[in-house]
């Protein structure tokens, strides 16, 4: 069906950047849209930030200007580029898309997570 691996996560300081990757494979005929989760330790899973096909986005208003999300050409692929990272910004984060495949119909599909940590 589909499968989505996100990487990039790992230990920064407060103030530092981090670059996460997520990429979409198999019976894929196109992505609407690709989506940032992310759920901090006690806390419910929350949209960090939304891309679609046609390069429209939005941002959670606790990471704009601070993040940025992007896509590559084929649309299989999203990003988040993460500066001034803040400790609360510490979380498992999670890829999320819109799927239409092949054989028709359209699926959500999920990551298996990254972990970030923010702290001195």
């Known amino acids: 069906q589909v499968q989505l691996v996100e990487s990039g996560g790992g230990l920064v300081q407060p103030g530092g950047s981090l670059r996460l990757s997520c990429a979409a494979s198999g019976s894929i005929f196109s992505i609407p849209a690709m989506r940032w989760y992310r759920q901090a330790p006690g806390k419910e899973r929350e949209l960090v930030a939304a891309i679609t096909s046609s390069g429209g986005t939005n941002y959670a208003d606790s990471v704009k200007g601070r993040f940025t999300i992007s896509r590559d050409n084929a649309k299989t692929s999203v990003y988040l580029q993460m500066n001034s990272l803040k400790p609360e910004d510490t979380a498992v984060y999670y890829c999320?898309?819109?799927?239409?495949?092949?054989?028709?119909?359209?699926?959500?599909?999920w990551g298996q997570g990254t972990q970030v940590a923010v702290s001195s």
């Open positions: 999320n898309a819109d799927v239409l495949l092949v054989i028709g119909g359209v699926v959500g599909s």
